[in-house]
């Protein structure tokens, strides 16, 4: 089984439509991190967690919103899909241990598309 | 602020040959991690390696090894002998030491291997 789970794996969804993708994680990891992809723009970061009483904005959170229900779940919303969301979106997780020396480990990614 | 630029978006080479993918890095911190990712075309994120400031010897691991050289803020990723396996999607990520960090990718490079 995966150490860290998306779901779902892809989605196809409507304009304006609420959507939800969920990670949860077994690895007792206790930062979690949600990131969207684009061709050509790398990994830009949306919302992190270092614990579950803290989230904080990344570099793109217009447009979502996350909720960390417990040390093994963050959930990434789009309370309101838009066609530039179309995207590929992963979430990870890392050890706090070494205050950033340690590598996150990605789920498979959730593809999301929004006519 | 951090910022990693992977100037080479994309490389094509033939199977046996070597190829070196450029990553160069920006930041003011002094403790810092490097860190290098392969996406393959199934799309899941793999993490290759991790490499801290202050240990700038070369790290070879197989058919892989890695040049990292503060004084040209670079880490350089080199494959000796591709293969058409390593054809995949590389990003480059640096992380600095603080409570908070979180890691900046590059815009990644992709690399085809042709038989």
């Known amino acids: 089984d995966a150490d860290v789970t998306q779901t779902p794996r892809n989605r196809i969804t409507k304009t304006g439509k609420r959507i939800m993708l969920e990670c949860s994680q077994t690895k007792g990891h206790d930062r979690m991190y949600w990131y969207r992809q684009d061709p050509g723009l790398g990994l830009r970061l949306i919302y992190y967690s270092f614990d579950v009483k803290d989230i904080n904005k990344g570099e793109i959170s217009d447009g979502y919103s996350v909720s960390r229900q417990a040390q093994a779940k963050f959930s990434l919303s789009l309370e309101s899909a838009i066609p530039n969301q179309t995207a590929l979106y992963f979430c990870?997780?890392?050890?706090?241990?070494?205050?950033?020396?340690?590598?996150?480990?990605f789920g498979d990614g959730t593809r999301l598309s929004i006519l | 602020a951090q910022k990693v630029t992977q100037a080479q978006t994309e490389i094509s080479v033939v199977e046996k040959e070597d190829v070196t993918l450029d990553c160069v890095y920006e930041t003011r911190d002094t403790t810092y991690y490097l860190f290098w990712y392969k996406q393959p075309p199934s799309g899941e994120l793999v993490f290759l390696i991790r490499r801290n400031s202050f240990d700038e010897q070369n790290e070879i691991s197989g058919r892989y090894s890695w040049n990292f050289q503060k004084s040209t803020s670079s880490f350089n990723f080199t494959i000796t002998a591709s293969q058409v396996v390593d054809s995949a999607v590389y990003f480059c990520?640096?992380?600095?030491?603080?409570?908070?960090?979180?890691?900046?990718f590059g815009k990644g490079t992709m690399l085809l291997v042709s038989p």
């Open positions: 990520a640096l992380s600095v030491h603080s409570g908070y960090s979180t890691l900046t």
């Open positions: 990870a997780t890392s050890d706090k241990q070494g205050g950033g020396n340690q590598p996150q480990h």
